[in-house]
């Protein structure tokens, strides 16, 4: 992996946890055991970009954001974010446009959040239709934050780091 992917993987992962931890607060919503801080999916989604370790290193990196602000459920419904991630970037490099890889992760994302809420006690309708819809929703918005930045604003920068 080049230096200029460990650094964006660093700023990335940096975002993933100044999102959560500074705008918690003004841009979350938060419907036991759902949570959904908007944005804080788009340092991931971006990392699909790089590469598939960058993916899996800002997913962790938005793990650790929760797990700070908001404890041990909501962390590791964050820790989805390293799987979806990994898999969003692996198909980016298989040649997925970006915009597809993100709407073929969004089940896997909502699906995986859903599963994961189950052990700490959510029963079947929280944690499929609180949980695994509302993230499914969240994930939309934040794919479309991502495509319009990575379209309008790093798409330059983007093409410099790979």
Do not use: Q
Not at 36 to 42: D, E, P, Q, R
């Amino acid at each position: 992996m080049s230096s200029k992917n460990i650094i964006t993987g660093a700023l990335l992962t940096a975002l993933a946890l100044i999102i959560p931890l500074s705008f918690g607060a003004y841009l979350r919503i938060y419907i036991p055991p759902f949570s959904a801080t908007l944005a804080s999916h788009v340092p991931v989604m971006i990392s699909f970009l790089i590469n598939p370790l960058v993916a899996g290193m800002v997913g962790l990196g938005s793990t650790l954001g929760f797990l700070i602000m908001m404890g041990p459920m909501i962390a590791a419904r964050a820790f989805i974010h390293v799987i979806f991630g990994i898999i969003g970037a692996y198909l980016v490099k298989k040649g997925v446009s970006f915009e597809k890889a993100l709407i073929l992760t969004a089940p896997i994302h909502a699906l995986g959040e859903a599963l994961i809420v189950l052990p700490f006690g959510a029963g079947m309708y929280k944690a499929f239709y609180i949980v695994g819809v509302g993230t499914l929703i969240h994930h939309f918005m934040d794919s479309g934050i991502s495509v319009v930045l990575v379209r309008t604003v790093l798409s330059k920068a983007i093409a410099k780091i790979r």
